[in-house]
């Protein structure tokens, strides 16, 4: 099975991309696959991944350890299973921060208390000494943003940072992230499938289908003008407030397609209300459409 399949993007220097899609559409696996944490059975059989000119895809494994944390951070869907539950949270800050900046143990504590600091911890001293079942899931998420940043890295992904939090702590970590990343220079690639988040966010967008990027833009011509079926039926499935007016929320017919036996042509054509003939033979090229502007449909005009 090909969770991903032929995908291309660019992250550029401070800036937020995100990409978006369903669940099981190959976010997590593309953001795994850039430091290569993808693990067996699972591998990366094709491609490159470049790297301030280096493909990681084809560094040694010691050169690639050098580059996770201090090049290519990431942030996590669950804190809780990310973090080490038999370490103290200031003690796997700071085991980041001497590895990556030769730093010693008292620098790095001290380095480590800085960063909790940063991510707006009020008790400084009493979360460097717990252990991460004594934390709520948002004091995790800044625990986890404080090691995934503490060695300034070039490039941030953050795969559904926000995914197990109540909606409250969600707009403040969102927010966090926003203000650490411009301060530090970081890019970031955002993984998740809230349009909300993105349009907050972000400043360009992918959208993944079964495996595929469909469509790439700038956020505002996304939402504006958006050319790809898929991502017209997505934006119209947001949920929004219309008084007193009781309405059914528009959904999209059908079901994803198995990655196993993906369908000839086009990957959305059994679920899309505009397909042709064509649709059902021949896959559809991600070709520009207008200026920055890349969709992947033979009826894109």
Excluded: W
Excluded at 3 to 14: H, L, N, P
Excluded at 52 to 80: A, C, H, T, W, Y
Excluded at 156 to 181: C, F, K, N, S, Y
Excluded at 264 to 269: D, Y
């Amino acid at each position: 099975m090909r969770a991903v399949d032929g995908i291309s993007f660019e992250i550029r220097e401070k800036e937020i991309f995100a990409l978006v899609g369903e669940s099981g559409c190959g976010k997590s696996t593309t953001a795994l696959s850039i430091p290569r944490l993808i693990q067996p059975p699972g591998e990366i059989v094709s491609g490159t991944v470049i790297f301030k000119g280096l493909d990681l895809l084809k560094v040694d494994p010691n050169r690639m350890r050098e580059i996770r944390g201090k090049g290519i951070s990431m942030i996590f869907q669950e804190p809780m299973t990310s973090l080490n539950p038999v370490y103290k949270v200031g003690e796997q800050i700071a085991e980041t921060i001497m590895l990556h900046q030769n730093a010693d143990k008292k620098e790095a504590q001290r380095k480590a208390l800085e960063m909790l600091k940063e991510v707006r911890i009020a008790d400084l001293e009493r979360v460097f000494e717990q252990y991460p079942h004594q934390l709520s899931g948002g004091m995790l998420q800044r625990a986890m943003i404080a090691i995934a940043l503490s060695c300034a890295p070039d490039i941030l992904i953050a795969d559904e940072p926000t995914t197990a939090l109540d909606v409250t702590i969600q707009a403040q970590i969102l927010a966090l992230i926003r203000d650490l990343i411009r301060k530090i220079g970081t890019s970031v690639l955002l993984i998740t499938h809230d349009l909300g988040v993105v349009a907050e966010t972000c400043e360009r967008v992918a959208v993944m289908y079964a495996g595929k990027i469909v469509e790439t833009s700038q956020i505002g011509e996304i939402f504006d003008e958006p050319k790809h079926p898929y991502t017209k039926l997505l934006l119209e499935t947001i949920p929004t407030f219309r008084g007193e007016r009781k309405e059914f929320l528009p959904t999209i017919e059908g079901r994803v397609p198995s990655l196993i036996e993906p369908p000839p042509g086009c990957r959305f054509h059994p679920r899309c209300p505009f397909a042709e003939p064509i649709c059902t033979e021949r896959l559809p090229e991600l070709v520009e459409n207008g200026e920055g502007h890349h969709v992947a449909c033979h009826f894109a005009e």
